[in-house]
């Protein structure tokens, strides 16, 4: 064995059983439990995305919170469903959380899976292209993060400038482009930079 680390459902519920019965249980405990592992030598703190369910489904703030509390342990998600993101905006969380972290996030990401609701995704503002199912529009958003992980420039300044700037771009942190994970699906086949998790 190489390595090991940890991922847990995140799930809360109000039973008087329950040592997790709402989301700030969960989301504090989490926090918990990784500097808790860091400190008995486990390298890896992962974090599961549900939206719809009593789990864990934000996972940005977290890894933020996690990666300031901890110093070593690698830091990440498993997976996030590219449906429900947008990639602009997911590139600026996922790269202040990674320069937060000291550059040991590690993102895994899916073009979808089995949900709680029917077209979950539609309730974040997102609808496939026509000609495209929701598996088309996860793989289209998930070559988009990885673009502007690269830097890819995407918007022209206008002619008056706060700041000086040549194109918008996403890219806040070096490291994280190499630290994206897809899983399963064939979500982007011909990339073999990245990791595959089948």
């Given at each position: 064995?190489?390595?090991?680390?940890?991922?847990?459902?995140?799930?809360?519920?109000?039973?008087?059983?329950?040592?997790?019965r709402s989301a700030a249980d969960v989301l504090l405990q989490s926090i918990d439990l990784a500097m808790e592992a860091?400190?008995?030598?486990?390298?890896?703190?992962?974090?599961?995305?549900?939206?719809?369910?009593q789990q864990l489904a934000s996972p940005f703030p977290l890894l933020a919170a996690v990666g300031a509390k901890t110093r070593k342990i690698e830091?990440?998600?498993?997976?996030?469903?590219?449906?429900?993101?947008?990639p602009h905006y997911m590139a600026e969380d996922a790269g202040a959380a990674d320069l937060i972290a000291g550059g040991r996030l590690q993102l895994g990401i899916?073009?979808?899976?089995?949900?709680?609701?029917?077209?979950?995704?539609?309730?974040?503002?997102?609808?496939?292209?026509k000609g495209e199912d929701d598996a088309e529009m996860g793989r289209r958003h998930a070559e988009e993060f990885l673009e502007l992980l690269r830097g890819k420039g995407f918007a022209k300044p206008t002619h008056v400038q706060c700041f000086r700037i040549r194109q918008a771009c996403c890219a806040l942190s070096h490291t994280l482009q190499d630290c994206v994970i897809?899983?399963?699906?064939?979500?982007?086949?011909?990339?073999?930079?990245?990791?595959q998790l089948s």
């Open positions: 064995m190489k390595k090991i680390g940890f991922l847990p459902f995140g799930h809360w519920t109000p039973s008087p059983q329950s040592q997790a860091e400190r008995l030598g486990m390298d890896g703190a992962y974090f599961r995305v549900h939206h719809f369910a830091i990440g998600t498993a997976v996030i469903d590219m449906r429900y993101e947008n899916s073009r979808g899976s089995p949900e709680q609701v029917i077209n979950g995704w539609r309730y974040f503002g997102y609808s496939p292209n897809e899983s399963g699906g064939g979500l982007l086949p011909t990339r073999p930079r990245y990791g």
